[in-house]
């Protein structure tokens, strides 16, 4: 069994909403690096999983996802939850999202975009020593992403290294 990497050389993937509507089962996909998931993001899930299209679909079977994970575990969501098995990555909830910078003064607008990039801020801020990725499907969120000087990646790439 392949040794697990140390924390500093995990990576930190902030996911997208536009991301798990694409590939529900997406936070399995990061091998030993960590998935955050802002918790705007589930409040946006909450908004498609009605509806017999396949993005309903999505939402559905990832919020059925993380709730399996969940209650398996006595953490909370805002604790890092392993995913699947020793070598593999975990996930989190970020709630938190202030951060020194607030993406909605910068872009002068309050959506639920301007929210997930705070959080991911928040986890660039709360661990310094490790990379913080954005990950969306949406090319306006991923060039907001860029202009704050995250690394993104485009959804094509979703097995990470």
């Known amino acids: 069994m392949p040794a697990r990497k140390k924390v500093t050389d995990r990576k930190i993937f902030v996911l997208d909403t536009s991301v798990i509507l694409y590939d529900h089962n997406a936070i399995n996909n990061f091998q030993e690096h960590d998935v955050a998931i802002p918790i ?27 709730d399996k994970l969940s209650t398996k575990n006595s953490l909370t969501l805002q604790d890092w939850i392993p995913l699947n098995g020793p070598t593999k990555g975990q996930f989190k909830v970020i709630m938190d999202e202030s951060s020194t910078i607030d993406a909605n003064v910068v872009f002068s607008e309050r959506k639920a975009d301007h929210k997930i990039l705070n959080a ?19 090319v306006n969120l991923r060039l907001k992403a860029k202009s704050l000087n995250f690394t993104t990646h485009i959804i094509t790439m979703l097995n990470a290294t």
């Open 120 to 138: 991911a801020m928040h986890m660039r801020e709360e661990y310094p020593k490790r990379k913080v990725i954005m990950l969306t499907k949406d």
């Open 40 to 66: 705007t993001v589930l409040e946006e899930l909450d908004n498609f999983k009605k509806g017999n299209d396949t993005i309903n679909f999505e939402a559905r079977e990832f919020i059925r996802f993380l």
